[in-house]
Nanobody, 125 residues
Framework: QAQLVESGGGLVQAGDSLRLSCVASGRTFHVNAMAWFRQAPGKERETVATINKNGRLVYYADSVKGRFTISRDNDKNTVYLQMNNLKPEDTARYYC??????????????????WGQGTQVTVSL
């Protein structure tokens, strides 16, 4: 089992930046792709960004392209989400997820085995 702990959320104004971090512990050797998802009240969980094992392959939702950057430091077992030019519609609880499948980089939540508890991001006007 891998355990994931997110941090870095908060209350910011539109146009501000935040950097989320997710530290993995436990069974990290088998972790392959990692990802960030988000869920706003009354809405389904949506994919924000994903990154493969070596960090060379990434995916972004159209809504965050050009504003968010996903990265990882495998030595620190950490994945990051740099969020710039935040908008009120980015308000959600952000979840980190990890996948043990050695092949590919899934972009759907159902493919990820491990999840953190989430960190709240609230963007005001």
């Amino acid at each position: 089992q891998a355990q994931l702990v997110e941090s870095g959320g908060g209350l910011v104004q539109a146009g501000d930046s935040l950097r989320l971090s997710c530290v993995a512990s436990g069974r990290t050797f088998h972790v392959n792709a990692m990802a960030w998802f988000r869920q706003a009240p009354g809405k389904e969980r949506e994919t924000v960004a994903t990154i493969n094992k070596n960090g060379r392959l990434v995916y972004y939702a159209d809504s965050v392209k050009g504003r968010f950057t996903i990265s990882r430091d495998n030595d620190k077992n950490t994945v990051y989400l740099q969020m710039n030019n935040l908008k009120p519609e980015d308000t959600a609880r952000y979840y980190c997820a990890a996948d043990e499948d050695p092949y590919g980089m899934p972009t759907v939540a159902s493919s990820y085995e491990y999840w953190g508890q989430g960190t709240q991001v609230t963007v005001s006007l």
